[in-house]
Protein backbone atom coordinates (compact mmCIF):
# COMPACT_ATOMS: atom_id res chain seq x y z
CA UNK A 1 0.00 0.00 0.00
CA UNK A 2 1.04 3.20 -0.66
CA UNK A 3 -0.14 6.86 0.59
CA UNK A 4 0.23 9.74 -1.79
CA UNK A 5 0.19 13.81 -0.44
CA UNK A 6 0.18 16.50 -3.62
CA UNK A 7 2.23 19.86 -3.37
CA UNK A 8 2.76 22.19 -5.72
CA UNK A 9 -0.48 23.55 -6.88
CA UNK A 10 -1.38 27.57 -7.13
CA UNK A 11 -2.47 30.49 -9.01
CA UNK A 12 -0.42 30.96 -12.35
CA UNK A 13 -1.41 33.19 -15.09
CA UNK A 14 -1.56 32.11 -18.75
CA UNK A 15 1.47 31.06 -20.11
CA UNK A 16 2.95 29.89 -16.84
CA UNK A 17 4.59 27.12 -15.56
CA UNK A 18 4.21 25.01 -11.90
CA UNK A 19 5.73 21.80 -11.21
CA UNK A 20 3.37 19.87 -9.26
CA UNK A 21 5.20 17.25 -6.81
CA UNK A 22 3.37 13.92 -4.76
CA UNK A 23 5.40 12.38 -2.16
CA UNK A 24 4.27 8.70 -1.57
CA UNK A 25 5.01 6.73 1.11
CA UNK A 26 5.29 3.04 1.59
CA UNK A 27 7.81 0.24 0.10
CA UNK A 28 8.51 -0.71 -3.25
CA UNK A 29 7.49 1.98 -4.97
CA UNK A 30 9.65 1.56 -8.16
CA UNK A 31 6.78 -1.12 -8.54
CA UNK A 32 4.21 1.34 -8.57
CA UNK A 33 2.98 2.89 -11.87
CA UNK A 34 2.31 6.32 -10.96
CA UNK A 35 -0.23 8.88 -12.97
CA UNK A 36 -1.42 12.31 -12.34
CA UNK A 37 -5.65 13.00 -13.00
CA UNK A 38 -7.47 16.25 -12.83
CA UNK A 39 -11.22 17.38 -12.10
CA UNK A 40 -12.38 20.51 -13.08
CA UNK A 41 -15.48 21.79 -11.61
CA UNK A 42 -19.06 20.49 -13.09
CA UNK A 43 -16.77 17.86 -15.17
CA UNK A 44 -15.14 14.83 -14.89
CA UNK A 45 -12.15 13.07 -13.63
CA UNK A 46 -9.70 12.96 -16.74
CA UNK A 47 -6.58 11.42 -17.12
CA UNK A 48 -3.72 13.90 -17.65
CA UNK A 49 -0.31 11.43 -17.74
CA UNK A 50 1.28 8.56 -16.13
CA UNK A 51 4.91 6.73 -15.60
CA UNK A 52 5.81 3.27 -15.14
CA UNK A 53 7.78 2.36 -12.14
CA UNK A 54 10.49 2.43 -13.74
CA UNK A 55 10.17 5.41 -15.42
CA UNK A 56 10.92 3.84 -19.02
CA UNK A 57 7.13 4.21 -20.57
CA UNK A 58 5.39 7.61 -20.17
CA UNK A 59 1.74 8.41 -21.11
CA UNK A 60 0.43 11.67 -21.91
CA UNK A 61 -3.23 13.29 -22.56
CA UNK A 62 -3.64 14.88 -26.26
CA UNK A 63 -4.61 17.66 -24.09
CA UNK A 64 -1.79 18.33 -22.29
CA UNK A 65 1.36 16.29 -24.46
CA UNK A 66 3.86 19.01 -25.40
CA UNK A 67 3.38 20.76 -22.35
CA UNK A 68 3.19 18.53 -19.69
CA UNK A 69 6.07 16.27 -18.38
CA UNK A 70 6.05 13.49 -15.89
CA UNK A 71 8.94 12.30 -14.11
CA UNK A 72 9.56 10.65 -11.02
CA UNK A 73 12.53 9.95 -8.13
CA UNK A 74 12.72 6.49 -7.45
CA UNK A 75 15.02 7.45 -4.28
CA UNK A 76 12.86 10.07 -3.34
CA UNK A 77 9.72 8.02 -3.58
CA UNK A 78 8.18 11.58 -5.62
CA UNK A 79 6.28 11.99 -9.01
CA UNK A 80 6.43 15.17 -10.56
CA UNK A 81 4.01 16.58 -13.10
CA UNK A 82 5.98 19.90 -14.71
CA UNK A 83 3.14 22.13 -16.47
CA UNK A 84 4.39 25.08 -19.21
CA UNK A 85 2.38 27.18 -21.66
CA UNK A 86 -0.77 27.13 -19.33
CA UNK A 87 -4.14 27.72 -20.34
CA UNK A 88 -7.11 28.28 -18.08
CA UNK A 89 -8.88 25.71 -18.93
CA UNK A 90 -6.28 23.78 -17.57
CA UNK A 91 -7.49 24.91 -14.14
CA UNK A 92 -8.40 21.98 -12.17
CA UNK A 93 -7.66 19.82 -8.84
CA UNK A 94 -4.85 17.83 -9.77
CA UNK A 95 -4.27 14.86 -7.83
CA UNK A 96 -1.65 11.74 -8.07
CA UNK A 97 -2.44 8.13 -8.66
CA UNK A 98 -0.45 4.94 -8.15
CA UNK A 99 -1.20 1.34 -9.05
CA UNK A 100 0.94 -1.47 -8.28
CA UNK A 101 2.40 -2.68 -11.56
CA UNK A 102 2.20 -1.34 -15.08
CA UNK A 103 0.32 1.57 -16.36
CA UNK A 104 -3.45 1.20 -16.46
CA UNK A 105 -4.62 4.77 -16.97
CA UNK A 106 -8.46 3.51 -15.72
CA UNK A 107 -7.24 1.41 -13.08
CA UNK A 108 -5.24 3.09 -10.39
CA UNK A 109 -5.79 2.26 -7.26
CA UNK A 110 -4.35 4.59 -4.56
CA UNK A 111 -5.24 7.96 -4.60
CA UNK A 112 -4.09 11.90 -2.51
CA UNK A 113 -5.98 14.64 -1.65
CA UNK A 114 -5.47 16.84 -4.75
CA UNK A 115 -3.66 20.04 -4.91
CA UNK A 116 -5.66 23.08 -6.78
CA UNK A 117 -4.18 24.49 -9.90
CA UNK A 118 -5.98 27.70 -11.15
CA UNK A 119 -4.93 29.74 -14.32
CA UNK A 120 -6.31 33.04 -14.98
CA UNK A 121 -6.47 34.25 -18.22
Known amino acids: QVQLVESGGGLVQAGGSLRLSCAASGRAFSSYAMGWFRQAPGKEREFVAA????????YYASSVKGRFTISRDNAKKTVYLQMNSLKPDDTAVYSCAGRFGPVVTTEFDYWGQGTQVTVSS
Open 51 to 58: VSGSGDSI
